[in-house]
């Protein structure tokens, strides 16, 4: 079975750092896209970023480049999100996803992991 579950999140101070990882099995991860997304409380899900299946290609929301970078390590099967200079407006529950492509739309996403609270106090 294919699983993806996230780690990392947790309460932090505006203007601080946080990375986010999540660890995949049951699924060829190199031959898969990967993306993060994150839900606000009342807010619909929204795309973070994304990395291609090779990792030469990354893709970031307006509200969050040059803040976050996404990476992946093949060889541990895991994908991270650094966040850096973080805001109370980026609290949120932030998601990994895996897909064919990387994409900003979350139904173009095959697999989903549980969901990591990351909160950001003024």
């Known amino acids: 079975q294919v699983q993806l579950v996230e780690s990392g999140g947790g309460l932090v101070q505006a203007g601080d750092s946080l990375t986010l990882s999540c660890a995949v099995s049951?699924?060829?991860?190199?031959?898969?896209?990967m993306g993060w997304f994150r839900q606000a409380p009342g807010k619909e899900r929204e795309f973070a970023a994304a990395i291609s299946w090779s990792g030469d290609s990354t893709y970031y929301a307006g509200s969050v480049k040059g803040r976050f970078t996404i990476s992946r390590d093949k060889a541990k099967n895991t994908v991270s999100l650094q966040m850096n200079s973080l805001k109370p407006e980026d609290t949120a529950v932030y998601y990994c996803?895996?897909?064919?492509?990387?994409?900003?739309?979350?139904?173009?996403?095959?697999?989903w992991g549980q969901g990591t609270q990351v909160t950001v106090s003024s």
């Open positions: 049951g699924l060829s991860f190199s031959s898969y896209a």
């Open positions: 996803a895996a897909g064919d492509s990387p994409s900003d739309h979350s139904g173009e996403y095959d697999y």
